[in-house]
C-alpha cells in the first residue's frame, strides 16, 4: 500500500485546511485509514481515523474542528480542518491499516501544516 499525502502549507490562526491522502489500493481493501501529526520534541499522534466501516476516531484537541472523510472511487481520505491552532502544527502523515495476525501499519510521506498566530 502506497500513500501520497497533500494539502500541507501555512495559514493563519482560525483558517482552514484541507489535506488529502491518495492510496494505491482501494480503501476497502484495508481496514481504516487516518492521519497522524508529529510536532518537533513530540511523539507521532493520532489525528482523526475512519475504518473502512465509516466509523470515525478523533483526538480530543480536534473535535468539532477537524473532519474525516473518504472516497473509495478516488482511493482518497480527506482531511478537513477549521479553525486552526498555532498547536496544530506540526508534520501530518497519511496512515492505512490491515488487521491480519497482527495490525500493520502502512505511511505516506508527511506534509506540513504550519499555523501562525
Known amino acids: 500500500v502506497q500513500l501520497q499525502a497533500s494539502g500541507g502549507g501555512l495559514v493563519q490562526a482560525g483558517g482552514s485546511l484541507r489535506l488529502s491522502c491518495l492510496a494505491s489500493?482501494?480503501?476497502?481493501?484495508?481496514?481504516?485509514m487516518g492521519w497522524y501529526r508529529q510536532a518537533p520534541g513530540n511523539q507521532r499522534e493520532l489525528v482523526a481515523a475512519?475504518?473502512?466501516?465509516?466509523?470515525?476516531n478523533y483526538a480530543d484537541s480536534v473535535k468539532g474542528r477537524f473532519t474525516i472523510s473518504n472516497d473509495n472511487a478516488k482511493k482518497t481520505i480527506n482531511l478537513q480542518m477549521n479553525s486552526l491552532k498555532p498547536e496544530d502544527t506540526a508534520v501530518y502523515f497519511c496512515?492505512?491499516?490491515?488487521?491480519?495476525?497482527?495490525?500493520?501499519?502502512?505511511w505516506g510521506q508527511g506534509t506540513q501544516v504550519t499555523v501562525s498566530s
Open positions: 496512515n492505512a491499516w490491515r488487521l491480519l495476525d497482527r495490525r500493520k501499519d502502512y
Open positions: 489500493v482501494s480503501i476497502y481493501s484495508v481496514d481504516g
Open positions: 475512519i475504518s473502512s466501516a465509516g466509523n470515525t
